[in-house]
């Protein structure tokens, strides 16, 4: 009888145990946006996934992003988050795996910014990171490629660039097409280091055979499907916008250099009303700076740096434009079935913690022809609809 009674007990306890388990596990569902704090996917645990950006395909919200440990080189890989309505995430795990000893992307090796983008033509999604070879710091300024039949992968890795070897830029001058070997580069600039050249062609230059260096990328597809790579390049002074293979997987090579020794990093563009517009920060490493913007009415170029487009202060660190709210651009996200309206996503680095590294996300339009990112310290999409009358976008 005692033994019967004792049964009954630890049914009992079993069954509230799971319940417990099954109530601590589940995140309260969300319906607002709080930039900076942390934000648990909806097993209640911080999203991993930084540096990221957001694929819309199918009814669905895909978030890829760096796993992050508590350094910043790459032990598992790329992780992958879905969601309905962008407050809400789901984990979906490692989408691209770190590969084993000697493989290009090696546990080790630094794996950034990824960003995935679907081919309507081969049925296929193709994520493109920055990839840094395990052991050389950031010297080897390569861009990896991935592909998938599923946006939730997994991504199968085929090969890294040097993007537009063998290729000049669109907009430079004839006098200034001329190779220079890694010895001819080196008589000229005479050990000086790359901000004291004065002329960035030379850099330019020196990678045309082996290919231009990647580092710090966005993707960015145009309403003609076109898609296009976008890196820091020339040892990080002036970006590349290189356009995409048909299949998204190569170089066509035809690129522009873009904002031309000005020093950008973080790049993410979007378009609005037949415009380009960007946003990027300066290079200081993981430690906050000033954010900009620039504007073009062609993807490759001219494009027109319109300053700082951030507005308040954010009261977690009572910083404000002058530090991007202590935050480093990632992806500008299109709001769908909203017009005019963009999730302006970034990145508060941790370096000591980086997997504790924050999100923010916040509204940002197109205001008498500038991009605008204004803090909020909570929000939802209805932020959209209120009346901004007068404006170009809302
Ligand atoms: C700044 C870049 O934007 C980050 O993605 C990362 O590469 C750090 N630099 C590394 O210092």
Redesign the pocket.
């Known amino acids: 009888m005692q033994e019967e009674i004792w049964m009954v007990i630890m049914k009992r306890l079993n069954l509230l145990i799971m319940l417990l388990i099954l109530f601590i596990g589940q995140a309260e569902a969300k319906d607002v946006f709080k930039p900076y704090e942390l934000w648990p996917d909806t097993d209640g645990l911080h999203i991993n996934a930084h540096?990221g950006g957001v694929l819309s395909h199918g009814g669905l919200y895909y978030w890829y992003g760096e796993f992050k440990d508590r350094g910043?080189k790459a032990n598992y890989g790329i992780a992958c988050y879905s969601s309905k309505d962008l407050y809400n995430w789901k984990n979906c795990g490692i989408v691209l795996k770190v590969g084993s000893r000697g493989s290009e992307i090696e546990k080790g090796c630094?794996m950034?910014?990824p960003k995935v983008i679907y081919n309507s033509k081969t049925k296929k999604f193709v994520m493109w990171f920055?990839l840094e070879l395990k052991g050389r710091g950031?010297d080897a300024a390569r861009t990896g490629v991935a592909i998938s039949d599923k946006a939730t992968g997994p991504f199968k890795y085929i090969k890294s660039y040097r993007p537009v070897a063998g290729h000049w830029p669109v907009d430079l001058d004839k006098d200034k097409r001329q190779a220079l070997s890694k010895a001819e580069f080196a008589a000229i600039t005479a050990g000086k280091e790359h901000w004291q050249l004065g002329k960035t062609e030379y850099l330019l230059q020196r990678d045309f055979t082996e290919g231009q260096m990647a580092?710090?990328m966005t993707l960015f597809v145009d309403d003609d499907g076109k898609a296009y790579h976008i890196s820091?390049s020339e040892e990080n002074q002036t970006l590349h916008i290189c356009q995409l293979s048909d299949d998204y997987l190569s170089f066509t090579g035809r690129y522009s250099r873009v904002l031309i020794g000005q020093s950008n990093?973080?790049p993410a563009i979007c378009k609005y009303k037949g415009k380009y517009y960007m946003l990027s920060?300066g290079?200081?490493?993981?430690a906050a700076n000033e954010a900009r913007s620039a504007m073009a009415k062609n993807i490759l170029g001219p494009w027109k740096p319109l300053g700082n487009p951030c507005r308040g202060v954010n009261p977690h660190n009572k910083l404000g434009p002058e530090k991007t709210f202590g935050a480093?651009s990632?992806y500008i996200l299109p709001v769908s079935g909203k017009d005019g309206a963009f999730i302006a996503m970034f990145?508060i680095?941790r370096?000591s913690n980086q997997r504790d590294s924050r999100y923010l996300w916040l509204p940002a339009i197109i205001e008498d022809g500038r991009l605008i990112v204004q803090w909020q310290d909570q929000w939802d999409l209805s932020w959209f609809d209120g009346d901004k009358s007068g404006k170009d976008s809302k």
């Open positions: 540096g910043s630094v950034e910014r920055h950031y580092r710090d820091a990093e973080a920060s290079c200081t490493g993981w480093q990632t990145d680095w370096p």
